[in-house]
């Protein structure tokens, strides 16, 4: 069972939360210059890693509010969770989840 | 010596104190040079270093596996084995293999246990039973076998079935030549038939690279050093995407952990197999008297064969709304397997954009039913060049010229 920190709640059961899948594709275009190649990439082509990953979450059982997170799909270890929109902090930076100060980083409990 | 196994080597082994049996396939040192490689040792990769010698007549091959043979997936499996799709593609191909599953003790002389007990999805509500009548009526123009039963008709044939459930049982539909098979059985019975043909099997040996040349795959690093062929087949499940990554291809494919559980044996209390999409069953009874009973997806990227309670418990749940005398019986084990999840839950069988590269996947939480098929195409595009028939709408050009083939909401089917 997964605990997840929430940037905007704090550390919360998993099954409040749906995972939304890799984080930071970009819609490639103009679309009049977007090859079938490139469109079936953006598509369908996923990183998968075995690994670190960076992937968006939805507290769909809290505030309903989406953000991302970096996770290691080996171990299950959230790393960091940021905001939708921003860079993915490097290891060593501090996490933007301002708003549980001393929240654990979500762990496998 | 015994090589054949049938009832009187059974007796006369008996007689002689079991001191003649062979191990089942050899344990070879890898060669250098090989007409064809598999990687992986799941079902598919047996099957196809199997049809690669029988159908082919290819027999310097090795079947690669990192750890021991089927202790993937196909060792991790609920068993269901059926062919109750949707479109025409899938349909011909599933029934393919349920045809080759049902000769398969035979070809390969060894028991796998095919069980051909049927297999039943319920409907619980109005839509649920609109899909069972399109899906049994897809079925017959299909030319496979299929009922339609409406809920008294389902209720006289499972026995136990909970007579006031809170999703009521309006109707089914049973495919009376499914069942399920010993997933063990049909790995190393593929193991010790092409190993007996000439194919190298070789356990404990990780693939870490790919050798290529000018775009032609020229052979495999392995951590038992490099061995050489210009035609390489990968099978490897749940890690397709990393492996393909070595030969610098992108997928279409997700990992996800996908639980099952074995609950403490009782006497034969359930004689078919079930599914009910709506509380999220499957579940059957093995011989050995454990009901087998699966979950859904943990629908977040997993690479560590383990589940996680939330699912534990839905399908747990699920058995209870159906059966709820089992309530007192206790799970003995848990397990997940990682899966290889396409966007149209239909396999990839091909080339790849790498010359001699071939590839076989994305059979997400249904690829047991599919070992003898996926195997049989996988080893025809090897040994030909050319995809199998039944293969032709499962190439991973699918994915750039969108004639995807969606049997997640065709069939509805989850495993
Ligand atoms: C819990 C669960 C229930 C399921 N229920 C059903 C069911 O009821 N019916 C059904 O039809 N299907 C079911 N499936 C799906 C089915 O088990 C799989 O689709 C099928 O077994 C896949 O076979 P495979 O040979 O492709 O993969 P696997 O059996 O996983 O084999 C792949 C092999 O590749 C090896 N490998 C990986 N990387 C490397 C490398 N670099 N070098 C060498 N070897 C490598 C792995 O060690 C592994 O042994 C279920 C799956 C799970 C997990
Ligand atoms: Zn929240």
Same mark, same amino acid.
């Given at each position: 069972?997964?605990?997840?920190d929430?940037p905007?709640?704090g550390p919360?059961?998993?099954?409040? =939360?749906r995972?939304?899948?890799e ?11 977007v090859?079938d190649?490139?469109?079936?990439d953006y598509l369908?082509?996923?990183e998968?890693p075995?690994?670190e990953?960076?992937?968006?979450? =939805?507290h769909?059982a809290?505030?309903?509010?989406w =953000?991302?997170a ?5 171990t299950?270890?959230f ?11 490097e ?13 654990v980083a979500?762990?496998?409990? | @010596? $015994?090589?054949?196994y049938?009832a009187?080597?059974l ?5 002689n104190?079991?001191?003649g049996?062979?191990p089942?396939?050899?344990d070879?040192?890898p060669?250098t040079r090989?007409?064809a ?7 598919h990769?047996?099957a ?5 010698a ?5 027999t310097n091959v090795?079947?690669? %596996?990192?750890?021991?043979i089927g &202790?993937? *997936?196909?060792g991790r499996n609920?068993?269901i084995?059926?062919s109750n799709y949707f479109?025409?593609e ?13 000769k398969?003790?035979d %070809?390969l002389n060894y028991?796998?246990?095919?069980s051909?007990?049927?297999?039943w ?7 649920? !039973?609109? @899909?069972a009548?399109r899906?049994a ?5 299909n +030319?496979?076998?299929?009922?339609f ?6 209720y006289a044939h499972?026995?136990?079935l909970?007579?006031?459930p809170?999703?009521?049982?309006l109707g089914g ?6 069942g399920?098979a010993?997933?063990?059985a049909?790995?190393w019975?593929y193991?010790?038939a092409a ?8 356990? *404990? #040996?990780?693939?870490?690279?790919f ?7 020229? /052979?495999?690093?392995t ?6 062929s210009d035609?390489?087949? @990968?099978?490897v499940?749940g890690?397709?995407?990393v492996l393909?990554?070595?030969? +610098?291809?992108?997928?279409?494919v997700?990992?996800?952990a !996908?639980q ?5 044996p009782v006497?034969?209390c359930?004689?078919t197999v ?5 509380? /999220? ?7 050995k &008297?454990?009901l087998v009973? +699966?979950?859904g997806l943990? !629908?977040?990227l997993s690479y560590?064969q383990r589940?996680?309670?939330?699912w534990?418990?839905?399908?747990a749940?699920g058995?209870l709304?159906?059966f709820?005398?089992?309530?007192? @019986?206790?799970f003995?084990?848990?397990w997940a397997g ?6 149209d ?6 080339? $790849?954009a790498?010359?001699g590269?071939?590839?076989n996947c +994305?059979w ?12 049989w #195409? !996988?080893a025809?595009?090897m ?10 709408a499962?190439?991973?050009?699918r994915?750039? $010229?969108?004639a995807?083939i969606?049997?997640?909401s065709a069939?509805g089917?989850a495993h």
């Open positions: 069972m997964l605990l997840i929430c905007f709640c919360r059961a998993e099954i409040e =939360f995972c939304g899948g984080s930071h594709i970009q819609r490639p275009g103009p679309h009049t210059e090859s190649a490139e469109w079936a369908y082509n996923r998968n075995k690994g990953h960076r992937e968006r979450w =939805f769909a809290g505030c309903r509010r =953000f991302n970096a996770r290691d799909t080996v299950h270890r790393r960091v969770t940021y905001k939708m929109g921003e860079a993915c902090p290891a060593g930076e501090s996490a933007v989840s301002e708003a549980a100060p001393g929240a979500g762990g496998v409990i | @010596m $015994t090589r054949r049938s009187l080597s007796l006369r082994e008996g007689l104190g079991q001191r049996w062979e089942a396939w050899r070879p040192a060669k090989y007409d490689i598999v990687i992986g040792g799941g079902g990769g047996l196809t270093a199997y049809y690669l029988k159908n082919h007549g290819l090795a079947l690669i %596996e990192r750890g021991w &202790g993937g *997936n196909t609920t068993t084995i059926r479109f025409p899938s349909a011909a191909f599933y029934e393919f293999s349920v045809q080759l599953y049902e398969l003790s %070809e028991n796998i246990m095919f051909q007990r049927g297999m999805t319920l409907a619980h509500d109005r839509h649920g !039973l609109e @899909m009548r899906s009526n897809a079925m017959l123009l +030319g496979i076998d299929a009922e039963h409406d809920g008294p008709s389902v499972i026995p136990g909970n007579p006031d809170r999703f009521p049982i539909v049973n495919q009376p030549r499914g399920s010993r997933h063990d049909v790995a019975g193991a010790r190993s007996a043909l000439g194919v190298d099997i070789i356990q *404990n #040996c990780e693939v870490q690279d050798l290529i040349e000018g775009g032609q795959v020229r /052979g495999v690093e951590s038992h050093g490099t061995m050489r035609r390489v087949g @990968m099978a499940a890690h397709s995407s393909a990554a070595k030969a +610098g291809l992108r997928l279409p997700s990992s996800y !996908l099952a559980f074995v609950s403490e006497k034969p359930l004689d079930i599914l009910s999409p709506a509380t /999220g069953t499957y579940l059957s009874q093995s011989d &008297g454990e009973l +699966g979950a943990d !629908l977040y560590a589940g996680n309670l939330p534990m418990e839905r399908a749940a058995v709304e159906l709820p005398q089992f309530s007192r @019986m206790r003995l084990r848990q990682i899966v290889d999840v396409v966007h839950s239909t396999p990839i069988i091909g080339p $790849t790498v010359g590269l071939y590839i +994305g997400g939480t249904g690829g047991f039913k599919a070992i003898p098929a996926g195997g #195409c !996988l025809h595009v040994a030909t060049g050319r995809s199998h028939p039944l293969a032709d499962f190439g991973i050009e994915f750039t $010229t969108g995807l969606d049997e997640a069939s089917i």
